[in-house]
């Protein structure tokens, strides 16, 4: 009765142990759940800005809107990744969706035949892997070193090319590390897709959220000559999750983009258009920037509990990582030589039995050594350090 596309579909993020963790509540037990970056679940509160907007034109937003989304809205996407050094976009390269993550559906739906081949990073935040699967794609991953502070291995994209190849997406700043590609990185990917003609998927909805004033290049910035997508947001920067709001922006040479556009008018059709309410928050939000800025800066909330969560980890006997630099994971290993767990998710499990604390197993992200594991650094500093000591106390037990 099932489509046989969804055999190889999950996510971990939401898998077997978050249903666990469910059930353990329902059972009256207290369960501190750091699968998901959902910062409004963690008492962050949306602009006062975007509030103001969304109460206020309640009205304005209940007929069905343009399919690629308000006129104003995509020239305030638009006027962004520009000063952001893409070249050449117009309002028409815009489509305004229900999050990334519709998004992604959209432009897999447009480009994907049965076969096609998209390299993924590994590991790889799941949403991506998933759409192509249920596209009746393959995902093929490429190695990112964690040796190297996690940055995508070039040998390793060029290796996994082959004539089914559509498509390399990078995640940047990425989800699960946390880490930021230097635009050295970036230059050889985009020099690699040029040579192959390949098209560049660049998923950016952590860019606001990069720490200490690190500089960050957005993929297409880099050229006008390959064509490129890239994908953003106001979930995480903006905290309004659930409301569902984000974004694609085509760029590169305009008889390819000419006709990805169309492909894309016509699976965007399909849903008729994205939540009109939030696309009317869009330009405010770009323009508040004071909003993202007072959570990363050194007062902020957001900048003291990845200090404090690293801090932690860094005394955490069994433990290695590598700190992040931008958004709220850190993708710690754990030293399964000397400590008597038999893979990621046993440790994930016994944590959450034994410590009732929810994280997301590495191989739900592709990670090929199924040694580490994600962690949310959202809660407020004190519930971080103690769930670290938690994890501690957890590998000081079963220390071979
Ligand atoms: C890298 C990445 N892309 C996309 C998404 C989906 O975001 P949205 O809420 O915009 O659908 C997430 C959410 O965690 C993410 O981490």
Same mark, same amino acid.
């Given at each position: 009765?099932?489509?046989?596309?969804?055999?190889?579909?999950?996510?971990?993020?939401?898998?077997?142990?978050?249903?666990? %963790?469910?059930?353990?509540?329902?059972?009256?037990?207290?369960?501190?759940?750091?699968?998901?970056?959902?910062?409004?679940?963690?008492?962050?509160?949306?602009?006062?800005?975007?509030?103001?907007?969304?109460?206020?034109?309640?009205?304005?937003?209940?007929?069905?809107?343009?399919? !690629?989304?308000?006129?104003?809205?995509?020239? %305030?996407?638009?006027?962004?990744? $520009?000063?952001?050094? #893409?070249?050449?976009?117009?309002?028409?390269?815009?489509?305004?969706?229900?999050?990334?993550?519709?998004?992604?559906?959209?432009?897999?739906?447009?480009?994907?035949?049965?076969?096609?081949? @998209?390299?993924?990073?590994?590991?790889?935040?799941?949403?991506?892997? *998933?759409?192509?699967?249920?596209?009746?794609?393959?995902?093929? @991953?490429?190695?990112?070193?964690?040796?190297?502070?996690?940055?995508?291995?070039?040998?390793?994209?060029?290796? !996994?090319?082959? *004539?089914?190849?559509? %498509?390399?997406?990078?995640?940047n700043p990425n989800n699960p590390t946390g880490t930021v590609y230097g635009n050295d990185v970036l230059q050889k990917i985009y020099a690699l897709a040029k040579e192959k003609n390949l098209i560049i998927l660049s998923d950016e909805i952590y860019d606001r959220l990069v720490y200490n004033n690190l500089p960050f290049t957005s993929t297409a910035s880099i050229g006008n000559d390959v064509l490129t997508v890239t994908f953003n947001g106001l979930s995480k920067s903006h905290s309004v999750c659930g409301l569902r709001s984000g974004w694609l922006v085509l760029s590169g040479p305009e008889d390819k983009k000419k006709e990805l556009r169309s492909?894309?008018?016509?699976?965007?059709? #399909?849903?008729?258009?994205?939540?009109?309410?939030?696309?009317?928050?869009?330009?405010?939000?770009?323009?508040?920037?004071?909003?993202?800025?007072?959570?990363?800066?050194?007062?902020?909330?957001?900048?003291?509990?990845?200090?404090?969560?690293?801090?932690?980890?860094?005394?955490?006997?069994? #433990?290695?990582?590598?700190?992040?630099? %931008?958004?709220?994971?850190?993708?710690?290993?754990?030293?399964?030589?000397?400590?008597?767990?038999?893979?990621?998710?046993?440790?994930?499990?016994?944590?959450?039995?034994?410590?009732?604390?929810?994280?997301?197993?590495?191989?739900?992200?592709?990670?090929?050594?199924?040694?580490?594991?994600?962690?949310?650094?959202?809660?407020?500093?004190?519930?971080?350090?103690?769930?670290?000591? $938690?994890?501690?106390?957890?590998?000081?037990?079963?220390?071979?």
């Amino acid at each position: 009765m099932i489509s046989t596309k969804l055999k190889e579909v999950h996510s971990d993020i939401r898998g077997e142990l978050y249903h666990m %963790a469910l059930e353990m509540e329902r059972n009256g037990e207290r369960v501190l759940k750091l699968n998901t970056g959902n910062p409004a679940k963690f008492g962050f509160k949306m602009p006062e800005s975007i509030k103001g907007i969304i109460t206020g034109n309640l009205d304005m937003s209940t007929p069905y809107c343009d399919i !690629k989304g308000m006129t104003h809205s995509r020239e %305030a996407i638009k006027e962004y990744h $520009s000063l952001k050094g #893409i070249e050449g976009i117009t309002t028409d390269d815009v489509f305004i969706t229900n999050g990334v993550s519709e998004a992604s559906h959209l432009i897999i739906s447009a480009l994907c035949s049965e076969g096609d081949e @998209f390299l993924m990073p590994s590991p790889c935040y799941s949403l991506w892997v *998933n759409m192509v699967r249920l596209a009746g794609g393959k995902a093929v @991953f490429y190695d990112c070193d964690e040796k190297q502070e996690w940055m995508p291995e070039i040998e390793s994209i060029k290796n !996994k090319i082959t *004539n089914k190849t559509k %498509a390399i997406l990078i995640i940047n700043p990425n989800n699960p590390t946390g880490t930021v590609y230097g635009n050295d990185v970036l230059q050889k990917i985009y020099a690699l897709a040029k040579e192959k003609n390949l098209i560049i998927l660049s998923d950016e909805i952590y860019d606001r959220l990069v720490y200490n004033n690190l500089p960050f290049t957005s993929t297409a910035s880099i050229g006008n000559d390959v064509l490129t997508v890239t994908f953003n947001g106001l979930s995480k920067s903006h905290s309004v999750c659930g409301l569902r709001s984000g974004w694609l922006v085509l760029s590169g040479p305009e008889d390819k983009k000419k006709e990805l556009r169309s492909a894309l008018v016509t699976v965007a059709s #399909i849903r008729l258009c994205s939540n009109a309410l939030m696309q009317l928050a869009i330009p405010v939000a770009l323009k508040d920037s004071a909003y993202t800025d007072g959570m990363i800066n050194e007062n902020g909330r957001l900048y003291i509990q990845q200090k404090a969560l690293c801090a932690e980890l860094e005394k955490t006997e069994g #433990i290695t990582f590598v700190r992040n630099k %931008a958004s709220f994971y850190v993708f710690p290993k754990i030293d399964l030589v000397k400590y008597d767990f038999e893979s990621d998710r046993d440790f994930s499990n016994k944590l959450l039995c034994e410590k009732k604390i929810l994280v997301v197993p590495g191989s739900g992200f592709y990670a090929n050594d199924n040694s580490h594991f994600r962690i949310v650094g959202l809660p407020e500093e004190n519930d971080l350090r103690n769930a670290v000591k $938690s994890m501690g106390e957890l590998l000081l037990k079963y220390r071979k």
